[in-house]
């Protein structure tokens, strides 16, 4: 029952749940190792680690990014959810909403809402890893197939939801910093607790989230959201290229507060066991 109200009530991201089923106030002082229900039990869980030798080669065509070029319709609303920092993806300015679909994806995948997994100053925290690396930080596009009601009835379904994931680093000299990501970082200085918020001028689009990272070449399995409640409802594509980005970008996210009013750092849950699910490798190409 509780957990029901809390689905109806309190949320509308499943990223935001606050509590796992059974009441408790979910952290990640252990990466995610006590998390209960099918977080624990579950054999399509995620991240995994990639390994590129071990994938097979996908032959799908490409994913279509549509109105990934188009700029949002601002004002954009951003807030500390006492897990990570969201972002909503509204419309664009033509009213048309920035979607996916191709490459594995049957139908239309809305996109929703963005959000990061980071480490501290002195550990990575990408959820998922390429070849044992583990990148600084993550960031997830959050789609909702097209033919649910909302994102907490997606994440009900097998097909319901596609992530896509963009690992980024931290260089010296990183050439171009998306605009947008930029944007987005820099507000962060406004939500430095659990549950404060503000919202930003559009300005940019998806694209200038994501910069010159390929689109064409990417990781895809199907696996879970990686927050409690752990719904395996996610094709997951991330991108193999990594987004290069400042120290001092990624240094603004390790002075967040989470829930517990804790410093908001190493955000990002344990590798879990792949169990034979087949992970594919597209190679980018047009
Ligand atoms: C952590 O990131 C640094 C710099 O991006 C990298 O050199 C190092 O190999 C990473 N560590 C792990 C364990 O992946
Ligand atoms: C945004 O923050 C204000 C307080 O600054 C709060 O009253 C409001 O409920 C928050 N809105 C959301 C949607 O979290
Ligand atoms: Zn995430």
């Given amino acids: 029952m509780q957990a029901n109200v809390f689905h109806k009530l309190f949320l509308w991201l499943p990223f935001a749940y606050h509590h796992t089923s059974n009441g408790m106030e979910w952290n990640y002082l252990t990466?995610?190792?006590?998390?209960?229900?099918?977080?624990?039990?579950?054999?399509?869980?995620?991240?995994?680690?990639?390994?590129?030798?071990k994938t097979r080669e996908l032959k799908s065509p490409r994913i279509y990014f549509a109105n990934y070029n188009v700029e949002l319709k601002g004002p954009i609303f951003i807030k500390n959810n006492g897990h990570t920092i969201s972002m909503d993806i509204p419309a664009t300015i033509n009213g048309q909403p920035p979607f996916i679909s191709g490459g594995r994806l049957r139908g239309r995948?809305?996109?929703?809402?963005?959000?990061?997994?980071?480490?501290?100053?002195?550990?990575?925290?990408?959820?998922?890893?390429?070849?044992?690396?583990r990148y600084d930080a993550e960031m997830h596009i959050?789609?909702?197939?097209?033919?649910?009601?909302?994102?907490?009835?997606?994440?009900?379904?097998?097909?319901?939801?596609?992530?896509i994931g963009v690992l980024l680093e931290i260089v010296?000299?990183?050439?171009?910093?998306?605009?947008g990501l930029t944007k987005v970082i820099n507000a962060v200085i406004e939500t430095p607790r659990d549950e404060s918020n503000t919202t930003i001028p559009a300005g940019f689009s998806l694209d200038e989230m994501i910069?010159?990272?390929?689109?064409?070449?990417?990781?895809?399995?199907?696996?879970?959201?990686?927050t409690p409640l752990c719904h395996e409802a996610v094709s997951w594509t991330v991108f193999t290229q990594i987004l290069p980005v400042?120290?001092?970008?990624?240094?603004?996210?390790?002075?967040?507060?989470?829930?517990?009013?804790?410093?908001?750092?190493?955000?990002?849950?344990?590798?879990?066991?792949?169990?034979?699910?087949?992970?594919?490798?597209?190679f980018g190409r047009a």
Avoid at 31 to 42: H, I, P, Q
Avoid at 122 to 133: F, M
Avoid at 258 to 277: E, T, V
């Fill in 172 to 179: 010296k000299e990183p050439i171009a910093i998306p605009t």
């Fill in 31 to 53: 990466n995610g190792k006590t998390w209960t229900d099918l977080c624990a039990t579950g054999k399509q869980q995620s991240p995994i680690a990639f390994d590129i030798q």
């Fill in 142 to 163: 959050v789609h909702r197939n097209a033919k649910y009601i909302d994102i907490i009835d997606a994440a009900e379904k097998k097909d319901g939801l596609a992530v």
């Fill in 246 to 282: 400042s120290f001092s970008m990624v240094s603004k996210l390790w002075k967040l507060r989470d829930h517990c009013n804790h410093p908001m750092i190493n955000n990002f849950r344990d590798i879990q066991d792949l169990n034979n699910r087949p992970v594919y490798h597209r």
């Fill in 211 to 226: 910069g010159n990272v390929d689109h064409n070449d990417f990781l895809s399995y199907d696996g879970s959201l990686t």
């Fill in 109 to 133: 995948y809305l996109a929703k809402g963005l959000h990061f997994h980071w480490g501290s100053p002195n550990s990575n925290g990408s959820e998922h890893t390429i070849n044992n690396r």
